[in-house]
């Protein structure tokens, strides 16, 4: 309890916090005068007696957080939230049952957009609008664990992020207090959504859909309000302006303020995974479109360059939004979309995965390796941004990546002796633990998540939280040295 | 003149050598005592032991009534503040600070001078890297300097049998190649100069210095030798701060090896170059050398602070097949020894330095000096002064210029223009004049030449 309490006075306040924002779809059910406002009455109540009463409980052994209790109060917050959102879902239709409406909270909040919910298009307005906000907090909560918490606990190499590189890295910290640098970078990411509002709005989207969309593009969840999701609209100019948005989200937030700050785009060419993102994106989206026309999916070329485009930056970001069933197309197209979705996206974005800074560092690890081949006395730095990094952060990479695969692996076997074919499972793994949303198959774009079993659907909300809190989060708890003390 | 050295390393200690001979009143300031008394020993000096950047030691130094101040001490602070002092407190007229950091090397003009009193700044490293960077462009070359901002070059290059000029007399230069414009300055042959004259015959075997454009030197050396293949692979020996910056400034366009055996510096080195390959190891190892190919390397640079592993690294190198060695070598009487044997190209750290200063402690208006062949002979850039009454030189033609024996001019640079000397060619007021004198001891002479006489007020 001693060491809990401290922990559970905190977590009582982000609780207490998180409750308020039950007020916006509380609103909106006012207004639209829906049938879920009753839902969101008593979620909000129980919501903020809970944190009301935790803060107080743990007030008693109040005292400073050691980086230690960090890993559990990320984990707590992390799982906890999600099981209080649930609450709307639950009242309103308790047929649902916990495990598929914390899924879809867990999905929400880490980000993923997988859901389990179809006859979206028939949900009371806030009910959707929940989810959405659900998404958009769970951006919120990223950026701040990924420029100040993960780093300060140095989680596979995240410190990379801290002060040890010189140059443009360095500025990653924009202030010297991490409360300060997160306000800087919600401020940049609200105004980012603004800004997608409102061409989402022009491109012909209703206000609540504009919204609701915006949520979803820029924390890179991927929720829609219709279960057709943007495929609903058939608009080419909402594609596109999703997808500019896409990859704004998938950028370091820290290199956007910059920008924004220097009004310049000099920021970008300093950005050592800027080049590799965009790079990436352009020549998949370019290369699989020719392969798609070729096999004959599309008729035309520039039809196939359009679905391909939306789907793939979708998947590759980490977003999930879908545009068609790209399930139907031939398979090495969907899998090399999902070997995107581990790499595309920017340390310090919304996006999930390995992070494009750790696929960079990792291919220079080899390279580095088959040069020592040839020069045995050479002495050989890994660089980014010009500038060595040490071994030891190389070392903290190459675990974090070695134990990526291994989950991978590991919780695709889970899942195959659930039942689940091939495919489906190991699809399902990949685009959980990279928080990209739709799989293949079962769990493909055309149909969702609802068909698996309780069991299956635990597993995949596991590994969704993994993934956010890049695995060492999570497994420091399983060791034994962290409860020691 | 009256001139404080700051400093007895080796730049210190190279200048005091060479200002001594030519008689000036030097008084050497340094920390070591060690170091002092075995320059004192050497040279007709007077040495102060003290910290240079204090007053009471300048003072003691015989700041109050100096003439001149170099500070070259290892410190860039060092220099600064005695240069500061100097100027705030003792008005020494001429102040000059030697300078490695870049950051200071970079400051906008003039920062130096208002802020620190520098009139001068001398950078040693710098100056021995463009060297090195110049003979690294000719590789045919034995000595390449820069003038006009390096829109002329004067060039020393060594005949051989087969070059088309060689075996002929120098006015069918002009046949050879009527659309270039190049002026052959002297000739050594068998280490005796030779002013040459039109009908002057190269021999093989000459060092033949000429003067030209840029753009024309590849051409001029043609007409005197076989050409070396372009260099493309280059390897360095020594992450010292020359080899560093060399480093820098070569690998853009060569591929570049650099050779250290410190591991701290290795990692520092590796940190900061960007396509360098930073190889751990010692130079004279022939394992590494083999290991790195160095039969294919073109030019093999040995720059350590160390004259004896230069050398035999630069030997090793050579035997095992690298194309072209230079090595850096600080004592003189190495170089005697090995240039023109196996190693290539002996380079004196401490010449480098010293031409620039020289040309602030002549008389007469000299933009620039440089020394050749081991501080034997030089080549000065003489800013001309005056009118036809007042001066022997300006208005006159240069045939009739009554030049000391054993000089010649090569070239005139007046403003934007560079014009290769003629025999007809008209020297203006504010010209410069590029000159080169075979010998030393007739320096006095050509600055009593260029002085501009008073009577005439």
């Known amino acids: ?485 | 003149m009256k001139i404080i050295i700051l400093g007895a390393g080796q730049v210190g200690a190279n200048l005091a050598a060479s200002l001594v001979a030519e008689n000036n009143d030097i008084t050497v300031v340094d920390l070591d005592a060690e170091r002092l008394s075995l320059l004192q020993d050497r040279f007709d000096l007077r040495t102060v032991r003290g910290h240079a950047a204090h007053p009471s030691t300048l003072k003691l130094a015989g700041a109050d009534d100096a003439d001149m101040l170099v500070a070259v001490t290892q410190s860039d602070e060092t220099n600064l503040v005695a240069c500061r002092l100097s100027a705030t407190l003792f008005n020494i007229p001429t102040r000059i600070a030697r300078i490695r950091s870049n950051d200071f090397l970079e400051t906008e003009e003039g920062f130096l001078a208002e802020h620190f009193g520098v009139h001068h700044v001398i950078s040693p490293e710098q100056e021995v890297t463009d060297t090195l960077r110049r003979l690294i462009e000719h590789p045919e070359a034995l000595q390449v300097l820069d003038f006009a901002e390096g829109r002329v070059r004067l060039v020393a290059v060594r005949a051989y049998h087969g070059g088309p000029l060689v075996g002929h007399e120098l006015q069918d230069i002009k046949r050879h190649m009527p659309d270039i414009d190049a002026r052959v300055a002297a000739i050594y042959r068998r280490d005796r100069g030779i002013v040459p004259t039109g009908i002057t015959v190269i021999e093989p075997g000459d060092e033949v210095f000429f003067l030209a454009r840029k753009q024309d030197i590849p051409a001029v050396m043609r007409e005197l030798r076989r050409m070396e293949r372009p260099v493309k692979r280059v390897m360095i020996a020594g992450g010292g701060n020359i080899g560093r910056r060399l480093a820098a400034r070569l690998e853009r366009d060569y591929e570049v090896k650099l050779i250290d055996h410190n591991k701290a510096t290795c990692a520092l080195l590796a940190d900061q170059l960007h396509r360098t390959l930073v190889l751990q190891g010692d130079a004279t190892d022939e394992e590494l050398l083999e290991q790195e190919n160095v039969e294919s390397i073109d030019v093999f640079c040995a720059l350590t602070n160390d004259d004896e592993d230069n050398i035999m690294s630069a030997l090793l190198a050579k035997r095992m097949g690298a194309h072209r060695v230079i090595s850096l070598i600080n004592r003189s009487a190495y170089v005697n020894l090995v240039q023109g044997g196996e190693i290539d190209i002996a380079i004196s750290p401490a010449q480098a330095t010293v031409g620039p200063l020289l040309s602030k402690i002549r008389r007469g208006d000299m933009a620039a000096v440089h020394s050749l062949r081991r501080g034997a002979a030089e080549v000065l850039e003489i800013v001309v002064h005056g009118d036809l009454k007042t001066s022997k030189v300006v208005g006159r033609r240069i045939g009739d210029v009554a030049l000391p024996e054993g000089s010649s001019i090569a070239a005139i640079i007046r403003g934007e223009d560079v014009l290769i000397a003629h025999h007809d060619t008209l020297i203006w007021a504010e010209d410069h004049l590029i000159l080169f004198a075979l010998n030393k001891r007739i320096i006095p002479k050509i600055e009593k030449l260029f002085q501009v006489g008073f009577g005439f007020f």
């Open chain 1, 1 to 485: 309890m001693q060491r809990l309490a401290p922990i559970l006075h905190v977590l009582g306040l982000v609780i207490l916090i998180f409750s308020f924002t039950m007020l916006a779809p509380l609103l909106t059910a006012l207004f639209a005068q829906d049938a879920a406002q009753f839902a969101f009455d008593e979620s909000f109540a129980v919501t903020l007696i809970a944190g009301f009463a935790l803060w107080l409980v743990g007030r008693r052994w109040r005292r400073e957080l050691k980086v230690r209790d960090g890993f559990l109060l990320v984990l707590l917050v992390w799982t906890g939230l999600p099981a209080f959102a649930t609450l709307p879902f639950l009242i309103y239709a308790p047929q649902m049952g916990f495990t598929d409406a914390y899924f879809e909270t867990i999905s929400a909040l880490t980000t993923t957009g997988a859901t389990v919910m179809s006859g979206l298009d028939a949900l009371p307005p806030s009910l959707n609008l929940w989810r959405h906000l659900l998404n958009w907090l769970g951006g919120m909560g990223i950026i701040v664990l990924a420029v100040a918490i993960l780093p300060l606990l140095g989680v596979g190499g995240r410190q990379l992020l801290k002060a040890e590189l010189p140059g443009p890295i360095k500025d990653s910290k924009l202030t010297p207090r991490i409360a300060d640098t997160a306000k800087l970078l919600w401020a940049m990411y609200a105004a980012l959504t603004a800004l997608c509002v409102l061409a989402l709005k022009w491109a012909g989207m209703s206000w609540f859909d504009a919204v609701c969309h915006a949520f979803a593009a820029l924390s890179l969840g991927g929720f829609s309000t219709h279960d057709s999701s943007v495929g609903y609209f058939d608009s080419p100019l909402i594609e596109a302006v999703l997808i500019v948005f896409m990859l704004l989200a998938a950028l370091n937030f820290v290199t956007h303020f910059l920008a924004f700050r220097q009004r310049s785009l000099a920021a970008y060419r300093h950005d050592p995974e800027v080049r590799g993102v965009l790079g990436l994106v352009l020549a998949s989206c370019l290369g699989i479109s020719l392969y798609v026309w070729q096999a004959g999916v599309y008729p035309e070329f520039l039809t196939a360059l359009r679905y391909v485009s939306f789907n793939l930056v979708s998947i590759a970001t980490d977003c999930g939004f879908a545009s068609t069933d790209f399930n139907s197309w031939p398979m090495f197209a969907p899998m090399w979309m999902l070997f995107l979705s581990c790499v595309t996206a920017s340390s310090g974005s919304t996006g999930g995965g390995l992070k494009m800074i750790r696929a960079v560092l990792m291919v220079r690890q080899g390279v580095r390796e088959l040069e020592h081949q040839l020069h045995p006395a050479a002495r050989l730095p890994v660089k980014i941004g010009g500038h060595a990094v040490p071994n030891q952060i190389v070392f903290a990479i190459q675990a974090f990546v070695m134990m990526y695969i291994a989950t991978v692996v590991t919780m695709t076997l889970v899942l195959l002796a659930s039942g689940l074919d091939f495919i489906s499972a190991f699809s399902a793994v990949i685009a959980c633990i990279n928080n990209a949303g739709p799989g293949l198959n079962e769990v493909g774009p055309g149909t969702n998540y609802a068909g698996l079993s309780d069991f299956q659907t635990w597993a995949l909300a596991f590994t969704m939280l993994l993934g956010r809190l890049e695995l060492f989060t999570v497994f420091v708890l399983f060791t034994r040295a962290f409860w020691r003390g």
